[in-house]
């Protein structure tokens, strides 16, 4: 059990992140979601012990084993010392050549099967093919999450806290991850954007907005009763609306009332035909009725404004990307890039090896040709020697981890030489790698898209960014203060509003890292996009969006074919 009580958290330079948050997380598993830099993150290291709350109680009942999104290997380590497992087998090592202190029998304590015990987790978990004794510097990003994962199961903690465990894996390591998910029986908290894995959980927790609430079933039934809240309050919204036109025409209506008795009040005053002490009476009833029918419509108009505020407020703030992108548009039959040579020798580079991405492992044909890796001539024949791109395709490269697919859109881009490989651009590409680091943090928004768009006006930059929500003053932020959510939008705009615009977008990996708002805004993005699309992503959901009409797959084995949709 995990119980949260009136738990804050704020950095040392007074940067509120969380404030008096009431959660308890009990058995099971539970999604944790909300936008980017609504804490969740934060919340899963003060769980797991990396932080401490600048106020509040947190208790845990239970050893917590947490996953991060950055994980930290050291390149001389080996898989077993990931796993844990090290000073276990170099006890039972020790005694199996004759030294039996109570050191070593304490080290092994019951875990005299701990080979067999981690290869069965790395089997479950796909990588059978992993040595115990491996250097760690040889996994790819994939293969490194999937190890630490093993690690945690291995230990069998009372709590378990994942933090975007699916990024860099691909559709095989998600669906042996989701399994593995499924069949957890402790405390379990996973702050994701995989619509699948969030599918799989038995509640989720919303963080956004500062306020924490709490549903009983996974995302899409928690999206569906959102939605039904939505779609009432939109039309409480409507009614209080007309209720508050209602009570301003009653309020007219009494004024011209009101106006009209005064006027014959005065008439019969003028015409002199009654006393004047009884006309004061008449006039002083005639006051006091005036001043209590105005006293009620004023409370009643601001009844209904109230009741307007409050309907409006209950309405979620879900601004989205609207962006028309009518420069991008390429002809059906115009070719905007050719590839030829993709069943040759080719491998990633240097830098990608060394970068820990995700294509660590080689790319094409695991460097051995056609000639030596054992395909059979009907997989021969489905091989794609040259890719041509025509008109405004929207291609998904997929793929496993390792295969290359990083390596080849920075092919495409101009950013990596392929031994035998020739790229023939037909229109401007525009590049969206993995790494958001496009951006100069030292400028503002507005100043970064001016940069890709020289030739246009500030007032004509500032408009195009609002439609990015980058509205006002969010246009001159720096982009070294702008959330992971923000920075993802302000890239995006730089690429789509450059000046020539790109007629065909490389994405690698774009959900990577992101909420589901952002996502979403991608996608909506997207929806104005007229250009050539190939994009390198193991969402599935999220290329569903995207329209996706051609479907490749991308294997160290079988090189570049096509598929049917996954």
């Known amino acids: 059990m995990i119980t949260c009580t009136d738990l804050s958290f704020s950095w040392p330079d007074g940067q509120c992140v969380l404030s008096g948050v009431n959660i308890a997380f009990g058995p099971g598993r539970t999604g944790l979601i909300g936008v980017n830099g609504s804490g969740k993150s934060t919340l899963l290291r003060l769980i797991a012990g990396e932080l401490r709350p600048t106020a509040g109680l947190l208790r845990r009942s239970g050893e917590v084993g947490y996953l991060p999104q950055a994980i930290t290997l050291g390149t001389h380590r080996t898989v ?26 304490d080290a092994v304590g019951d875990d005299w099967d701990i080979d067999e015990q981690a290869r069965a987790w790395l089997d479950r978990l796909g990588l059978a093919h992993l040595g115990l004794d491996q250097a760690v510097a040889e996994l790819s990003g994939g293969e490194s999450i999937l190890v630490a994962l093993a690690a ?33 029986t402790g405390v379990m908290i996973i702050v994701s954007h995989d619509r699948d894995l969030l599918d799989r959980v038995e509640r989720i927790v919303d963080l956004s907005g500062g306020d924490v609430r709490v ?34 025409r009653d309020v007219i209506d009494a004024q011209v009332k009101q106006a009209g008795r005064d006027r014959q009040g005065r008439r019969l005053a003028a015409s002199g035909s009654q006393p004047k002490v009884l006309l004061g009476a008449m006039k002083r009833r005639a006051q006091e009725t005036a001043g209590r029918s105005k006293e009620i419509h004023a409370e009643r108009l601001q009844a209904a404004r109230d009741r307007l505020a409050q309907a409006e407020e209950a309405v979620r703030d879900d601004a989205g990307i609207r962006v028309e992108l009518p420069g991008t548009a390429v002809p059906a039959g115009r070719t905007v890039l050719r590839i030829a040579g993709l069943t040759g020798n080719w491998h990633p580079s240097s830098a990608d090896a060394a970068g820990g991405g995700a294509d660590l492992a080689g790319a094409g044909l ?27 395709e929207r291609i998904a490269l997929t793929g496993p981890n390792g295969a290359g697919k990083t390596t080849l859109l920075s092919a495409v881009a101009g950013m990596t030489m392929l031994p035998g490989v020739t790229v023939r651009l037909g229109a401007v590409c525009g590049y969206l790698p993995q790494r958001l680091d496009t951006l ?22 500032r408009a195009s960014l609002a439609r990015f929500l980058f509205r006002g003053e969010r246009a001159g932020h720096l982009a070294g203060t702008l959330s992971g959510g923000e920075r993802f939008r302000a890239v995006l705009a730089a690429l789509l509003l450059a000046q020539p615009p790109p007629q065909l977008l490389l994405l690698d990996e774009p959900t990577n890292n992101l ?25 599935l959901h999220f290329l569903r969006s995207a329209g996706i009409t ?17």
């Open 366 to 392: 695991a460097g051995n040709g056609l000639a030596g890796n054992g395909l059979a001539g009907a997989e021969l024949a489905g091989l794609i020697e040259e890719l041509i791109v025509r008109g405004p």
């Open 152 to 184: 945690l199961f291995l230990r069998r903690p009372e709590i378990i806290v994942l933090d975007e465990p699916t990024n860099n894996l691909d559709l095989d390591a998600r669906v042996r991850l989701y399994e593995a998910v499924a069949g957890w």
């Open 80 to 105: 077993s010392d990931l796993l844990g497992t090290s000073d276990v087998r170099a006890a039972i090592a020790a005694i199996q050549s004759g030294d039996a202190s109570q050191a070593r029998f």
């Open 550 to 566: 051609r479907w490749l797959r991308l294997d160290r084995r079988t090189g570049l074919t096509d598929i049917d949709r996954p």
């Open 215 to 248: 549903y009983g079933a996974n995302l899409t039934a928690y999206e569906e009763m959102v939605a039904a809240e939505q779609a009432a309050a939109e039309r409480e919204v409507v009614s209080a609306a007309a209720g508050v036109r209602r009570e301003r």
């Open 440 to 461: 100069d943090d030292s400028a503002s928004v507005l100043d970064n898209v001016r940069v890709t768009a020289p030739a246009a006006s500030v007032n004509e930059v």
């Open 515 to 539: 909420d589901m708002a952002s996502v979403r805004e991608l996608s909506q993005a997207l929806g104005g996009y007229r250009g050539a699309l190939l994009v390198a992503s193991h969402d």
